[in-house]
């Protein structure tokens, strides 16, 4: 099994909505990813965590709240968001070995945010 | 953060072999170069990556420079599903963070 499951694929919520994306892989990977996508445009990075821990946090403002409950799943809650966080909202894993992050990330399909 | 620059598109004719370049003139000695491509409605996909030396697969060689300051990605005979946005994207060391591009928009007529 080489997917990165995301759901939902598409999601509508309005400003004081609180709402997550959810993320899964049975990779086994350790490291997992959230990347943000504005139209026509590459994703930067929000969130890297590493063995269920945050390690990177790209200063993401705290309407957005990561979560890692175990070594298969990535959450993003989504708490008054704006409309200007309509965008794809990427999930990406990879491995972890003793120096670090090797390899290539393995990207989801992605979740498409639109605030209203 | 170091940063890529790429052409914004390029054209190439199906069955024909395709050179996307990329600089990268402020690479540190541990960033890797790492190339993603992009369909429409899809996440990013690997293609390569390397450290110092050319680096062939199934899908693409990369060509880095001797300074490591421009690399090229090279597809050996485009097809119509070749058709992609491609990222070259610096991975800093073994830390997972990957900068991206604003990636070349390659289009292939048949």
């Known amino acids: 099994d080489t997917e990165v499951t995301q759901t939902p694929k598409h999601l509508v919520m309005g400003m004081t909505n609180k709402k997550s994306l959810k993320c899964e892989q049975h990779?086994?990977?350790?490291?997992m990813y959230w990347y943000k996508q504005k139209a026509k445009k590459p994703p930067e990075l929000m969130f890297v965590?590493?063995?269920?821990?945050?390690?990177i946090n790209e200063s993401v403002p705290s309407r957005f709240s990561p979560e890692c409950p175990n070594s298969s799943l990535l959450n993003l809650h989504l708490h008054a968001l704006q409309p200007e966080d309509s965008a794809l909202y990427l999930c990406?894993?990879?491995?972890?070995?003793?120096?670090?992050?090797?390899?290539?990330?393995?990207f989801g399909e992605g979740s498409r945010l639109t605030v209203l | 953060d170091a940063k890529t620059t790429q052409p914004n598109s390029m054209e190439s004719n199906e069955e024909e072999p395709v050179h996307l370049p990329c600089n990268h003139s402020?690479?540190?000695?541990?960033?890797?170069i790492h190339w993603y491509r992009q369909l429409p409605s899809q996440g990013p996909e690997y293609v390569i990556h390397?450290?110092?030396s050319n680096v062939n697969n199934r899908m693409a060689s990369l060509a880095i420079a001797e300074d490591r300051k421009s690399s090229t990605l090279i597809l050996h005979r485009a097809t119509l599903r070749d058709a992609a946005v491609y990222y070259c994207?610096?991975?800093?060391?073994?830390?997972?963070?990957?900068?991206f591009g604003q990636g070349t928009t390659l289009q292939v007529k048949p």
């Open positions: 390397g450290l110092t």
């Open positions: 402020t690479i540190s000695g541990t960033d890797y």
């Open positions: 994207i610096l991975r800093l060391g073994n830390t997972g963070k990957l900068i």
């Open positions: 990779m086994g990977h350790r490291a």
């Open positions: 965590y590493s063995y269920e821990k945050l390690s």
């Open positions: 990406a894993s990879s491995q972890v070995r003793l120096q670090g992050v090797t390899g290539e990330l393995f």
